[in-house]
């Protein structure tokens, strides 16, 4: 028996929530296409995504640590797998569409420049003066412009609602602008959960890998409320935090976080008496959340990270390396343009030159940027 377009939107619809997005009441793409024969619109989505060059440079894109620094830590593709996994096991248990979750989850940081955060605030403040830079819209940018796969059309030709999910993307570090796309209503709750499952990720994750590096100490683990809470429930010492007991304890972290947010979620579902999509986009406050004490909790690890990881002097070090280095590229590239690539020379002329370098720039993986800086720089380098 073969299972068809037909088939699988009967069967999405059988089994999700009365509040979940189904694929057949998408409000479709920008320029029509036939849909595939075997796969939802979503699957579609999803799968156009993965095959991006954006989605690929990923894999050399600072998570915390630079690439060069070792082949364990994350970067900013693992980061966005460990999302996108977090988002089907929450859309899973609440019953909302896996597919849409998943491709949102894929696609939320395809716009994120070398080096992180601190890549994006740095391009952010070369770009103030020439129309700003946010990596939610420049993610946007890249599935309805830069990536041109399609004879007909510049883009991926996604989903409304993917594109909706892309750039009302929302965690403390992000907060969107989503001009274009209802700013007045929130998002499908397949969104909203994507935006939790982004920070859980990369509080397990960067949690991990601080410890991994040793820029974090295990018996700092005694300092964070629910950390010391899970150490003790699951009889680890921190003092004597070995390399199993760092992997149980991630993986505990993970789950309770994520329980938290189903159980959360559902009763606030409950309580607003939420029937339909139309419910979801009209409540005045997100729906996908954590419970009151959780939240708490979540808030003095959030704080942890960032006074000891983030703000690390080796990292602080690595932020003053970025700055230096994408703040000559950028200023060598608009000062003579003749040293950009003939591709991006092009789209100067469409775009105007500050635009066009900060596409390229964006577009870089770390190990890009530092061979880009050799190339220009080092004058012994051809």
Sequence with gaps: MRYGLEKLLELED???APYAMRASETRGREFPEPESAYRTPFQKDRDRVLHTTAFRRLEYKTQVFVNYEGDYYRTRLTHTLEVAQVARSLARALGLNEDLAEVVALAHDLGHPPFGHAGEQIL???????????????????????????????????????????????????QPSAAGYEPQLRPTLEAQIVNLADEIAYNAHDLDDGLRSGLLRPTQLNEVELLAELAAELEIEPELLGEFERRVLIRELLGWMITDVINATDAALESAGVASLDDVRRYPVPLARYSETAAAKMAGLRKFLYDNLYRHYHIVRQVAKARNVLERLFQAYTEMPEMLPPGVRRAVAEEGLHRAVCDYMAGMTDRYALEEYARLFDPYRR
Aim: glycine content about 10%; charged content about 30%.
């Design 14 to 16: 059988q089994r999700l």
């Design 124 to 174: 952010a403040d070369l770009m103030k003066d020439h129309g700003g830079f946010d990596h939610n819209r420049q993610s946007l940018r890249i599935v309805t412009w830069l990536e041109q796969r399609y004879p007909g059309f510049r883009g991926l030709n996604l989903t409304w609602e993917v594109r909706e999910g892309i750039v009302k993307h929302e965690t403390v570090y992000d």
